[in-house]
């Protein structure tokens, strides 16, 4: 089975702090996958990595980026923190030919 | 742009009740659709890839159809274990690029 572990299930950062949400899989998967999940929203796609140190943005990358530094793990990084980034954020990893595999999310509040 | 509209909101069954989700799309050149559960507070489950219209896939007392506009998620006779939030997703032409609905949250009551 595929393990998407994703490093804090609940975190509480304050305005204009910067934050880094960690993802590792475990599948020698190609593509990694950050959303956001917001009520009434669905989910959203901030940024995708196909490959080491290759990054490609999303729906919503606004206040965002990513780092790819190993194949097995993918940061999201909130440059400077703000309330409307209050949400459930799912790392995602897959192959070309397999459906996406989720991590159980972090629930990230900006106060 | 790909759309995905997912009906009921909400959905009460009895345990036993069987009844059916909706998941309609629009996307330019399908390449796939994607059933999903979701627990709370927790990440989403894989459970389905349909292709083409026509294509059907069963799991337990869940069953995926398609359609050119639509996908229905039947569930047969629930159990209380069934209740969760199951999401749909479109991929169209880009990159493993799929676009989510909001979702159906099912409670099913013994």
């Known amino acids: 089975d595929v393990k998407v572990t994703q490093s804090s299930r609940y975190l509480v950062k304050r305005t204009g702090e910067k934050v880094f949400l960690e993802c590792v899989q475990d599948?020698?998967?190609?593509?990694m996958f950050w959303y956001r999940q917001d009520p009434g929203l669905g989910l959203r796609l901030i940024y995708f990595?196909?490959?080491?140190?290759?990054?490609e943005k999303g729906d919503i990358p606004e206040g965002y980026s990513v780092s790819r530094e190993k194949k097995e793990r993918f940061s999201l990084i909130l440059e400077s923190a703000s309330t409307n980034q209050t949400s459930m954020y799912l790392c995602?990893?897959?192959?070309?030919?397999?459906?996406?595999?989720f991590g159980n999310g972090t629930r990230l509040t900006v106060t | 742009e790909d759309q995905v509209t997912q009906s009921p909101e909400a959905l009460r069954l009895q345990e036993g009740e069987s009844s059916s989700l909706n998941c309609s799309y629009t996307?330019?050149?399908?390449?796939?659709l994607f059933w999903y559960r979701q627990d709370p507070g927790k990440g989403p489950e894989f459970l389905f890839t349909?292709?083409?219209a026509g294509e059907e896939k069963e799991k337990e007392r869940l069953k995926a159809t398609l359609t050119k506009k639509e996908s229905f998620l039947h569930i047969t006779a629930p159990k209380p274990e069934d209740s969760a939030t199951y999401l749909c997703?479109?991929?169209?032409?880009?990159?493993?690029?799929?676009?989510f609905g909001t979702g159906t949250r099912l409670l099913v009551s013994p």
């Open positions: 349909l292709y083409s």
């Open positions: 990595s196909y490959d080491v140190k290759m990054k």
């Open positions: 997703a479109v991929q169209g032409g880009g990159f493993q690029k799929l676009v």
């Open positions: 599948m020698d998967h190609e593509n």
């Open positions: 995602a990893t897959s192959t070309p030919n397999s459906p996406l595999h």
């Open positions: 996307v330019s050149g399908l390449r796939g």
